[in-house]
């Protein structure tokens, strides 16, 4: 009985959901035909994990960016949408497209920055949880790791521009860019091996290795660990 009940329910709201879909597209005929194409692109882009556009985090920013775009366009100017204000000020509607593009591009790369600015959650050293009585040198290792820290968040920071994306930091900043990554690889190399255990453990691997590239040919592997 709760089975066939159920199923009742799912197909009075699937009839629902047509009825208002076709209610809708009797209203507002040319708009929900855009969003319906956006929808299945949308789908596409969602269900086909293998598909090129998953390569890189900035294809996806630049599907996100253009699919939010085309949606603006859509509802600021066609002719029958509730908010197509684009029509009657163009200006308005256009700075409104951009606005929203903007929005999204930046958005979504806020995201990516968040989760890979994760540090690891990887258990601390002896020396660490011992504390510094029971270490003569763990004072100064502390110390030690705090100024390597500041120094290569520092560069971080200079190489991964909030506001602009790295494709024209790089062209605008480029001997700049690449000076940062190297004293970010050079202090990774010349800490000591307990040093460089702690700052795998607070540093913001995801991001360092998204960002960072070695430039040296002498180099081939991105710093040697030191374990």
């Not at 990516?112 to 011992?130: N, Y």
Request: charged share 20%; with cysteine.
């Amino acid at each position: 009985m709760d089975k066939i009940v159920l199923m009742l329910g799912v197909l009075l709201l699937l009839v629902s959901l047509i009825l208002a879909v076709l209610a809708m597209f009797a209203r507002a005929p040319i708009f929900l035909s855009c969003v319906l194409s956006l929808l299945y692109f949308l789908y596409v882009f969602i269900s086909d994990e293998k598909h090129g556009i998953h390569d890189a985090q900035e294809f996806e920013n630049r599907f996100w960016t253009i699919f939010v775009l085309l949606l603006a366009t859509a509802a600021f100017f066609a002719a029958d949408s509730p908010l197509a204000f684009g029509l009657w000020s163009p200006s308005l509607g256009f700075l409104a497209v951009l606005g929203c593009g903007f929005f999204m591009h930046f958005y979504d790369r806020m995201l990516h920055r968040k989760i890979l600015g994760r540090a690891p959650e990887l258990r601390p050293s002896l020396d660490a949880r011992a504390g510094p009585e029971s270490c003569p040198r763990a004072e100064e290792k502390v110390k030690r790791t705090d100024e390597i820290l500041q120094q290569i968040n520092a560069s971080l920071a200079v190489i991964d521009q909030t506001v602009m994306p790295s494709t024209f930091n790089n062209i605008v900043k480029g001997k700049i860019i690449m000076q940062h990554e190297k004293d970010i690889i050079a202090e990774m190399q010349d800490a000591r091996p307990d040093v460089l255990n702690d700052l795998i453990s607070r540093l913001k691997l995801g991001l360092l290795f998204y960002k960072v590239k070695d430039h040296r040919r002498e180099l081939k592997i991105f710093f040697p660990l030191k374990l």
